[in-house]
């Protein structure tokens, strides 16, 4: 997302993968960084260590306009050096605010174009709404477990986020080895988001899905 480090996120997508065909890649549009601010290090932090004192500084900018989208979109793309992504994702969206008739007909004249695979929204909360799109990025947990059709619903593609951030929320102890078979035993077939930078976790993540694939 244009979102995360005003930027940055997807320039280092691009220096790391742009000659990488083999991973799957993609972005959001509908909140973008605050107005003015730039994709610099300098200029993250210092917006964010201001934001603290005046929140209005480090805002993020809400806005479900599709021309903003549009150029949102194609500045991505040269962010991160590519033609084409394989997921565009509305961020957080009211759905009882958004026309999606009007997003998907944006979306279908952009798989003509070539510039994605497959579209979607992305929530950070639960919700009861139905939800008129394939692609769904949603947060879900062991416990709660708030996506309600992440095993009922094949027809989607479910991405799903949260476990280990709930957990820690909550002060419950764990154990990472459990926790990650209960996450993978949840998503059998679907892609989740892993955010770490421990190696053990990550390679944890990895044991478990070839056991996982072996037992099925």
């Known amino acids: 997302s244009p979102l995360y480090n ?12 742009k000659n990488n065909k083999n991973i799957t890649v993609t972005t959001k549009v509908g909140i973008y960084p605050p107005e003015h601010s730039v994709p610099s290090i300098k200029n993250v932090f210092f917006r964010k260590l201001v934001g603290k004192i005046i929140p209005s500084y480090s805002k993020s900018l809400v806005n479900y306009n599709l021309d903003i989208a549009n150029k949102s979109l194609e500045r991505s793309l040269k962010r991160m050096n590519r033609e084409r992504i394989e997921i565009l994702l509305i961020h957080d969206p009211c759905l009882n605010l958004l026309n999606t008739e009007e997003w998907k007909r944006w979306f279908e004249s952009l798989k003509i174009q070539g510039k994605i695979i497959n579209f979607g929204a992305t929530f950070s909360k639960k919700t009861e709404q139905e939800i008129p799109f394939k692609v769904i990025q949603s947060f879900d947990s062991l416990f709660i477990k708030e996506d309600k059709n992440l095993l009922n619903d094949k027809k989607k593609l479910r991405i799903n986020f949260g476990y280990f951030f709930d957990l820690k929320r909550k002060n ?45």
């Open 6 to 17: 005003y930027g940055l996120s997807e320039i280092d997508i691009g220096n790391l993968y």
């Open 172 to 216: 419950i102890k764990f154990d990472n080895s459990e926790v990650i078979r209960r996450i993978l035993k949840r998503n059998l077939s679907n892609p989740i988001i892993i955010n770490t930078k421990d190696k053990n976790k990550l390679n944890l993540y990895f044991t478990h899905q070839k056991l996982i694939e072996i037992n099925i």
